[in-house]
């Protein structure tokens, strides 16, 4: 298997293209055999994620589901948005509004 990045990435997709070219009716098999062949792998190998990489994800993660998350008042939205439409049509070169 290659060791780049980008060998990584091709051979995953090659593995997808097997796996969706499998009838669905034997992945179970299929999984029975990956995880078998995974089990066969020495433990010195390390593992494709990369922790501290992760963990800078994770970061990120939380701060974007800190902003869904976040219970705003519909109206102020609204507001907002109005607020734009208006002063992005305002100066326009031509007479046809941005947002009709």
Not at 70 to 89: G, N, P, S, V
């Amino acid at each position: 298997m290659a060791s780049g990045s980008k060998g990584a990435t091709t051979s995953l997709k090659l593995l997808l293209h097997e796996v969706e070219a499998t009838p669905p009716e034997y992945w179970a098999d299929l999984l029975e055999v990956l995880r078998g062949f995974r089990q066969t792998i020495p433990s010195d190998i390390s593992p494709i994620v990369n922790a501290e990489q992760l963990r800078k994800n994770q970061a990120a993660l939380d701060l974007l589901d800190s902003w869904l998350d976040d219970d705003e008042d519909a109206t102020e939205h609204q507001q907002a948005w109005d607020f734009l439409k208006t002063a992005l049509d305002e100066d326009r070169l031509s007479d046809r509004p941005l947002f009709p």
